[in-house]
């Protein structure tokens, strides 16, 4: 399956193809285009948008697009990923003080961002080793409790 989203991705939109490739399609497409060409693209390459305004995989109140995958593919059961969805959401929207690991994410993935760009297929996959350590991570956390 394509997915499609705004090019130059910040923490939502190289967590979310992780989660896509680790539990949903691992032989799914990425595709980055700007920000006023996704829909357009969408439509013309068949491709599913996420992260944009007013698509089924965005943004809702104050929960970010990977919270949507999470819900929609039934993730949530996992108490792991619930914690790390929290830690996304945290590390992509203002409310930076949601979990104390959510500002280290944010400052790591834009490390990768910054190593990376204007790439952002090596930025995608060069956050995925980072985003499979945080899932490890959640899984002993939440297995402590």
Known sequence: MKWITRER?????????WLIEKFVDKDA????????????EARRQNATPYDVKDVEFGH???ECSFEAFVRK??????????????VIRGADTADKTLTPESIGLEALLEG???AHQPDD???????????DALYGYCQA?????
């Open 9 to 17: 991705p910040r923490v939502d939109r190289v967590a979310c193809p």
């Open 29 to 40: 497409v990425f595709i980055y285009v700007p920000a006023d060409q996704v829909m357009t």
């Open 60 to 62: 809702r109140g104050a």
């Open 73 to 86: 593919y039934g993730l949530e059961k996992d108490p792991a990923m619930s914690y790390m969805a929290k």
């Open 112 to 114: 990768v961002r910054l």
């Open 121 to 131: 297929q090596r930025q995608r996959e060069a956050s995925r080793p980072i985003l």
């Open 141 to 145: 956390k939440v297995a402590a409790v």
